[in-house]
C-alpha cells in the first residue's frame, strides 16, 4: 500500500521539549498540506509545501512551528518547546499536481501528539 | 468567509439509501465541493466531489443543487461500515481547503 506514511502514530512529549512529526507522501506525488485536529472538531490547514518550497503558511502558528519537505525524504513539521495546547492530532495529506481544487488529497492516518 | 453547514448527526438502517445534505450558501463560482469521510483514529477518507454537474463512483453519488449553495451525498445502501463523520469541504480552483466544519457524524443501525 502506497498510502501516505506518518509517524509516529503516538507521540508523547513534555512541556519544553520538541515534537517532530514526519510524512511521506503517496508515490508520485510532490505536493504535502499539514492540518491540526482538535477532538470532537474538524481539520484546521496549517501549511502547503512542495519539494523545498513552502507555498502557504497561513495556517501556522508564527513562533515554535515549523514545516519543511526537502529534496530527499519526508516532509517534516516540527513543533519547538510544545505547551499543552499543542496537544491534537496532526494529518498530512498529499496531492499529485500543483494546487487544483479538483484533485483530492489523500490523507495520512495521523499523529496523535500528547503534552504531558 | 466560505461556510458550510451540515446536521451534527444522522441514522439510518443498514441497506437503507442514506441522503447526506450540505449547505454552502457562500461557495464561489470556482469552488470545487469534496465529501470526506473520517472513522474515528484515523485520517480523512476522499468520497467524491463535483463542480456543477452531479457525480456517481464506487462510494457514492453527489447531487448538486442547480444553484450550488447545498449538495447532497447519497449512499445508496447504507452499510455498518459506512459509519463515519461526513465532511463536506469547499477547496478553491487553486487547491487551497476553504471550509472544514464539524462534519455529520453517521450511525447505521443493523
Known amino acids: 500500500n502506497a498510502g501516505v506514511m506518518q509517524n509516529p502514530r503516538h507521540l508523547v512529549r513534555r512541556r519544553g521539549q520538541e515534537a517532530r512529526l514526519r510524512c511521506s507522501p503517496m508515490?508520485?506525488?510532490?505536493?504535502v498540506y499539514w492540518y491540526r485536529q482538535l477532538p470532537e472538531e474538524g481539520l484546521k490547514f496549517m501549511v502547503y509545501?512542495?519539494?523545498?518550497?513552502?507555498?502557504?503558511e497561513s495556517g501556522m502558528p508564527k513562533e515554535r512551528f515549523s514545516a519543511e519537505f526537502p529534496k530527499e525524504g519526508p516532509s517534516i513539521l516540527r513543533i519547538q518547546q510544545v505547551v499543552r495546547g499543542d496537544s491534537a492530532a496532526y494529518f498530512c495529506?498529499?496531492?499529485?499536481?500543483?494546487?487544483?481544487?479538483?484533485?483530492?488529497?489523500?490523507f495520512g492516518d495521523g499523529t496523535r501528539l500528547s503534552i504531558l | 468567509d466560505a461556510k458550510t453547514t451540515q446536521p451534527n448527526s444522522m441514522e439510518s438502517n443498514e441497506e437503507e439509501p442514506v441522503h447526506l445534505p450540505c449547505n454552502h450558501s457562500?461557495?464561489?463560482?470556482?469552488?470545487?465541493i469534496h465529501w470526506y469521510r473520517q472513522l474515528p483514529s484515523q485520517g480523512p477518507e476522499y468520497v467524491i466531489h463535483?463542480?456543477?454537474s452531479n457525480v456517481n463512483n464506487r462510494m457514492a453519488s453527489l447531487a448538486i443543487a442547480e444553484d450550488r449553495k447545498s449538495s447532497t451525498l447519497i449512499l445508496h445502501r447504507a452499510t455498518l461500515r459506512d459509519a463515519a463523520v461526513y465532511y463536506c469541504?469547499?477547496?478553491?480552483?487553486?487547491?487551497?481547503?476553504?471550509?472544514f466544519g464539524g462534519g455529520t457524524r453517521l450511525m447505521v443501525k443493523p
Open positions: 495529506a498529499s496531492s499529485p499536481r500543483q494546487g487544483q481544487g479538483n484533485q483530492p488529497q489523500h
Open positions: 508515490k508520485g506525488h510532490s505536493h
Open positions: 509545501l512542495q519539494k523545498e518550497n513552502i507555498i502557504d
Open positions: 457562500t461557495i464561489s463560482g470556482t469552488d470545487y
Open positions: 463535483g463542480l456543477t
Open positions: 469541504i469547499l477547496f478553491d480552483n487553486a487547491g487551497n481547503m476553504l471550509t
